[in-house]
């Protein structure tokens, strides 16, 4: 079956640095995505990994590891707006996007 | 630009109503797709359509329906509404179905609770 393991809630503090996990089992892989969810509104896109190995994008970096089925995503310099849902999505061999049930992160002053 | 546009924001309904929800995108996207959320749940398929004029079921496509006549507008049908029905529902475009062009933009969702 398919599957995407996350924590389901993470506390940090603010300027602090947060990496939140994400296990992954598709049937074929195109891809991992992570988007970010504020409560109430709708998920947006912060980064799309194919390839193994860490892509930075300002304060956001993620990080993906194939042959583990494993990525991570990395948050630097904590803001409060950065209290979110953070959800880890793979994309299997007919492009449909599996989702795991997001991060809730927590960020305290 | 608009971007993805859903309406309605909210809707309650009764049981064994039939409902539309409308879903529009001016950002000429090729693939549409419709989810529910619920709490503790990640995001789950409902319908998609990767090209105008055609449709595909995705996780959860019972009970509900979708047509897409053209590139723009992509509704979702409840024949029959039942109270298990009840979730968020969100739809989202992509410029295509396949890699980076998958990056899926969502509309701000529908809030739906049937009783």
Known sequence: GQNIDQPTEMTATEGAIVQINCTYQTSGFNGLFWYQQHAGEAPTFLSYNVLDGLEEKGRFSSFLSRSKGYSYLLLKELQMKDSASYLCAGMDSNYQLIWGAGTKLIIKP | ?115
């Open chain 2, 1 to 115: 630009i608009a971007g993805i546009t859903q309406a309605p924001t909210s809707q309650i309904l009764a049981a064994g109503r039939r409902m539309t929800l409308r879903c529009t995108q001016d950002m000429r996207h090729n693939a549409m797709y419709w989810y529910r959320q619920d709490l503790g749940l990640g995001l789950r398929l409902i319908h998609y359509s990767n090209t105008a004029g055609t449709t595909g079921k995705g996780e959860v496509p019972d009970g509900y329906s979708v047509s897409r006549a053209n590139t723009d507008d992509f509704p979702l049908t409840l024949a029959s509404a039942v109270p298990s029905q009840t979730s968020v529902y969100f739809c989202a475009s992509s410029e295509s179905a396949g890699g980076a062009k998958n990056i899926q933009y969502f509309g701000a969702g529908t809030r739906l609770s049937v009783l």
